[in-house]
């Protein structure tokens, strides 16, 4: 039987990012991963951005939090820049330009770089994009690419450095709590301690369940992703990142070529979710009638899982029906831009801190984040 003073279920993003914090506390930490790696799930499938200018104020404001730490990591932490400048353009059909103004003033709260701008000057940036498809476009140039790899390893090794042991082929088959501890077992052994921390991702309910919570309503979404060839001869690298204002399709450039997306949300349970042609399909025809873009062969196609609660917004905060069982769960399509400012937030309050001051400088409290609101 192993004791440490945090067990967190799950090694994506999540749960690297809340060991991170947790060490900088002096606690000793154990993550437990159901796969043979850490990243597998969600965390290995994102697009990559990073833009204020996505999701619901909570959300938003998690991000502008983490941005200052993602965009200038403490020495040591990367070897690599965590992030490289990208920017983005919003676009609109004639019958969206009212929807894109409304965003733009809605989103402008947060955001102080996102801005009208001419049709043409998003073409100038994607000389793909059709003069008779596009009415109006916003810009905001602060929208940055990440590298999802070196943000999770670093929070990885930055938690390995304070201690923590990153245990994986390591299921959570159950969970009992006795004597004011939970014991845990799993395919890798058993493990005791006061807090456990759920970050299960598409999961969090099924252990949930386990731990005799109640559910928060959590419903993974499945979102396709693809990669594919720009023109022949042209460089791709420096175009933007161009997203349909009511988000029926993105797509940027990725190390050479194109990834693209239908921007689907299929409910599904949770699994490990693969993608779906007719999803592809979607993608390319939605992406053809917006460019000059012929898509002729998908190189490689994935899908990942984005997992929401009702409002959007992230779980963070102790169940109120199990002692020392701890949400942190509902990152839905923001995980990684939010991770920063995510994981600080879950290990002050798992921790017995209130919300860090960095949170609360947005109004944001620890009910808008809690458990308690969903029911
Ligand atoms: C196509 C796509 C594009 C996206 N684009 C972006 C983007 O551009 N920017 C952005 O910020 N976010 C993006 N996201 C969202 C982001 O990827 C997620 O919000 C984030 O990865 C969630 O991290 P997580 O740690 O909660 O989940 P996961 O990475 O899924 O980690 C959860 C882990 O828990 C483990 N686990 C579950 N149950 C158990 C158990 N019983 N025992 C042990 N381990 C268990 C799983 O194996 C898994 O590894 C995107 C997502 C997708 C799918």
């Known amino acids: 039987m192993r004791e440490c003073d945090f067990l967190i279920v799950g090694a994506g993003i999540a749960g690297a990012s809340a060991a991170y914090h947790l060490v900088k506390k002096n606690k000793k930490v154990v993550i437990l991963e159901r796969e043979a ?8 499938r994102s697009a990559a951005i990073f833009t204020e200018n996505y999701g619901p104020r909570l959300m938003r404001a998690m991000t502008v939090v983490s941005g200052p730490f993602l965009k200038k ?22 019958d969206q330009v009212e929807t894109l103004k409304g965003a733009v003033k809605e989103l402008s709260e947060l955001s102080k770089t996102l801005r009208m701008i001419d049709a043409k000057d998003a073409i100038r940036m994607c000389p793909v994009l059709r003069p008779d498809y596009v009415a109006a476009a916003a810009y905001d140039d602060s929208t940055m690419d990440m590298d999802v790899n070196a943000i999770h390893q670093g929070y990885l090794r930055g938690a ?17 709590r ?24 598409a999961w969090a309910d099924v252990l949930g369940g386990m731990a005799g919570a109640r559910k928060i309503g959590l419903q993974p979404k499945r979102r396709t992703a693809m990669i594919f060839d720009g023109p022949q001869g042209v460089d791709v690298n ?3 990142i161009i997203g349909d204002i009511d988000e029926k399709f993105y797509f940027k450039p990725e190390t050479g070529k194109l990834l693209g997306s239908p921007a689907d949300e299929t409910p599904v349970d949770p699994q490990d979710i693969q993608p779906d042609d007719e ?27 984005r997992s929401f ?4 917004c992230p779980v963070v905060g102790f169940a109120p029906d199990a002692e020392g069982f701890f949400w942190l769960a509902g990152q839905g399509g923001y995980g990684i831009q939010t991770s920063y400012a995510m994981g600080m937030t879950a290990a002050s309050l798992a921790d017995g801190g209130g919300l860090p001051d960095a949170v609360k400088a947005f109004n944001v409290s620890e009910a808008d984040i809690g458990p308690k609101r969903l029911w």
């Open 309 to 312: 609660v009702k409002d959007k």
């Open 160 to 176: 390995k450095k304070g201690g923590t042991e990153v245990v994986c082929d390591a299921e959570v088959l159950g969970l009992e």
């Open 73 to 94: 990591p403490p020495e040591g932490y990367a070897d690599v820049p965590l992030m490289h400048a990208r920017g983005v353009a919003f676009i609109a059909r004639k």
């Open 279 to 305: 999803d592809v399909a979607i993608a390319a025809d939605r992406i053809e009638k917006a460019t000059t873009l012929e898509i002729r062969r998908i190189q490689r196609k994935w899908a990942g899982l």
């Open 238 to 240: 420096e175009w933007i």
């Open 37 to 44: 790696q850490p990243g597998y799930h969600s965390t290995g």
């Open 178 to 201: 006795r004597g004011g501890k939970w014991h845990v077992k799993t395919k890798a052994g058993d493990f005791a301690t006061p807090v456990v921390i759920n970050a299960a991702g």
